[in-house]
């Protein structure tokens, strides 16, 4: 079945830095990726999400790009703000299903 | 404006309790979906539903039943509650056009 594998569980950072997120996917279908961020007590709002291959897709400073090729749809941000502190999913839609979630990378951001 | 409500907030049963979780969506989504958040496990899809009267099973569905009554409404009912039910859970609608809309979830204690 579809999966998706989030590598880092906590990333920690100074403000101004940049940052990225690794995803990776496996799926038998057409991919359609998307990006939640959860800040605490909130639900997973939608990001950032693509299904066209190799087009870098952008919002609110984050920005990611689908490549089929090696199943990856990294999520960057150039200069974190304290108020990314948050946990970010990667997702993968089979439509039929659901999303399948990677287990969520929480970004904390220090002064 | 379109959403996916919740209720309760927040629940505590004891162990072998009878438990039902509402969910509600004004977005005319014919998608309908149960998750539970977990440390470590990110969300994972309980059960899901694609119209009034239609139930799938999803990814963790053992402990946990499911019935959509209407277009809008969407319950989950844990019939003999366990402490390993202990979870935040979400319901999201979503469909092939549209983005999922995630519900503001339900904190369930069961001791």
């Known amino acids: 079945g579809d999966s998706v594998t989030q590598t880092e569980g906590l990333v920690t950072l100074t403000k101004g830095l940049p940052v990225m997120l690794n995803c990776t996917y496996q799926t038998t279908y057409s991919p359609f990726l998307f990006w939640y961020v959860q800040h605490l007590n909130e639900a997973p709002k939608l990001l950032l999400k693509?299904?066209?291959?190799?087009k870098r897709t952008e919002h609110q400073g984050f920005y990611a790009t689908l490549h089929k090729s090696s199943s990856s749809f990294h999520l960057q941000k150039s200069s974190v703000q304290l108020s990314d502190s948050a946990l970010y999913f990667c997702?993968?839609?089979?439509?039929?299903?659901?999303?399948?979630f990677g287990l969520g990378t929480r970004v904390s951001v220090f002064p | 404006e379109a959403a996916v409500t919740q209720s309760p907030r927040n629940k505590v049963t004891v162990t072998g309790g009878n438990v039902t979780l509402s969910c509600r969506q004004t977005?005319?989504?014919?998608?309908m979906y149960w998750y539970r958040q977990d440390t470590g496990h990110g969300l994972r899809l309980i059960h899901y539903s694609y119209g009034a009267g239609n139930l799938q099973i999803g990814d963790v569905p053992d402990g946990y039943k499911a019935t959509r009554t209407t277009q809008e409404d969407f319950f989950l009912l844990l019939e003999l509650a366990s402490p390993s039910q202990t979870s935040l859970y979400f319901c999201?609608?979503?469909?092939?056009?549209?983005?999922?809309?995630f519900g503001s979830g339900t904190r369930l204690l069961v001791i």
């Open positions: 999201a609608s979503g469909d092939r056009d549209s983005d999922y809309t």
């Open positions: 997702a993968l839609n089979n439509y039929a299903q659901g999303l399948t």
């Open positions: 977005n005319s989504h014919n998608y």
């Open positions: 693509s299904s066209t291959d190799n």
